[in-house]
């Protein structure tokens, strides 16, 4: 309970700032519908899908509250294909976390695909035990072991990323971000 308090402060507060971000709505929409449909084409490859990948790019590249506005959005409106449970909003809050790892190594992400894809696959885990959190009230005891057999849907997860990065970075540059000047 108080993890879904602290996630609905936080879904506030990131639509409050919504205002301020520089990002055309026109980009995040096109954003949003990729990372949606291209969850749905990959549902049914447990856990690999682009939209890790993509929410990573936009934090690289339009920053923090654009790739956060994915990250709430994202799993609302793929919910409403997939199926809405509780664990939309850990689905957010892993994200965001995602979202706020790529924004604070931004720099060394920008000169390096590297180390871009062992963000990407970091980011499968990342992701993966936050949405477990999801479940540590009804497991109890047992969360250390879910954590373990979730490893192989994480290490999937963290190799799609990798594979998404690679494929659709320059693309993602090349259609969305506008060079200035």
Partial sequence: MVT??????MAYGLMSRF??????????TQLLAVAVIGRWLFVAIPNVQPTTAIIMLTALYFGWTSAAMLALFVPVLSG???GLGPFVLYQFLG?????????????ILMKS???????????????GWTTNVAYAEVIGSEFVNLLILSVPFDLAHGVGNVF???????????IFVRDEG
């Fill in 4 to 9: 879904f308090l602290v996630g609905a402060v």
């Fill in 19 to 28: 205002e301020r971000t520089t990002t055309p709505l026109a980009v995040l």
């Fill in 80 to 82: 409403l294909l997939l």
């Fill in 95 to 107: 994200w965001l976390v995602v979202v706020t790892t790529v924004v604070a190594l931004r720099r």
């Fill in 113 to 127: 695909r590297l180390l871009l894809g062992l963000t990407g696959l970091a980011a499968g885990f990342l992701f």
């Fill in 164 to 174: 998404f990065l690679l494929v659709l970075r320059d693309l993602f540059v090349r």
